[in-house]
């Protein structure tokens, strides 16, 4: 409602009064994010104790002989939230800097909306248009859309981590259990290039030692997320026997 007023004669990007405006629109937007961060954060803390519960239930399913498991403490459990993980072919934060990023980035991108809007003599309700976006196409089309597109890759990719990193540290507290894992992609035709390369392979878990008949995953660290909306997982392996031989030879959906 202040734009109109300020837009009397040449427009002052430097005044208090546009100042203050966008201070304090970037303060609402930053509070927005952090709540919505904040109860993500809060589920995907209790989807880490069930994803080593539902671990550990699954394996004493498969297992002939019932064996007791050392369990990740939750100290250690949700120490992977402090680890960082790939949002991209070069790109790995942690959650916080995952965060900081999507703030910093969504206020870019309304400030210059604003910006623009302004210099090409725009009114209000079209500059509103511009950032949130229309009702007939569901609010997609706004340059906020965006932000809300990374934020649920950001956070897809975060669960995957999440499930993977949770489940490696049971595995590794427990290597006379678990001898292996193995990168298992999604195989159709969204496939990335380096999920199909990584498709099959195998690292060993603690200080066990790999068949040298089996595909060794390269590097030997790489675990999923690999990028945005990655669907790969990493599963554990009991007994590398027989496996050698039906590696690569699943169906591929294109």
Not at 180 to 185: F, T
Request: charged share 25%.
């Amino acid at each position: 409602r202040t734009l109109p007023v300020l837009r009397r004669g040449k427009f002052d990007f430097a005044s208090r009064r546009y100042l203050a405006l966008m201070e304090e629109l970037r303060r609402l937007r930053e509070l927005q994010l952090r709540q919505a961060w904040e109860q993500a954060q809060k589920e995907m803390k209790e989807f880490a104790y069930a994803t080593q519960d539902k671990e550990e239930e699954r394996t004493l399913f498969v297992l002939p002989v019932r064996v007791p498991l050392k369990r990740v403490t939750p100290t250690v459990l949700l120490s992977v939230f402090e680890e960082p993980f790939a949002g991209g072919p070069i790109q790995a934060r942690t959650f916080p800097q995952w965060l900081g990023s999507i703030q910093a980035t969504d206020f870019d991108r309304i400030e210059s909306t604003i910006q623009g809007g302004i210099l090409q003599g725009l009114t209000v309700a079209a500059i509103v248009r511009a950032l949130a976006g229309t009702k007939k196409r569901s609010y997609s089309d706004g340059v906020m859309a965006n932000t809300r597109r990374n934020f649920q890759a950001v956070l897809g990719a975060g669960i995957t981590h999440v499930h993977n990193s949770v489940s490696e540290k049971l595995w590794t507290k427990n290597p006379q259990v678990y001898r292996y894992m193995q990168w298992v992609s999604v195989l159709d035709g969204r496939t990335s290039a380096v999920c199909r390369a990584r498709d099959g392979k195998f690292t060993p878990i603690g200080n066990n030692v790999l068949p040298k008949k089996l595909p060794v995953l390269s590097p030997p660290g790489a675990r999923p997320p690999a990028h945005p909306n990655c669907r790969s997982i990493v599963v554990p392996v009991f007994d590398a026997k027989g496996l050698a031989g039906v590696v690569g030879e699943r169906p591929f959906i294109r």
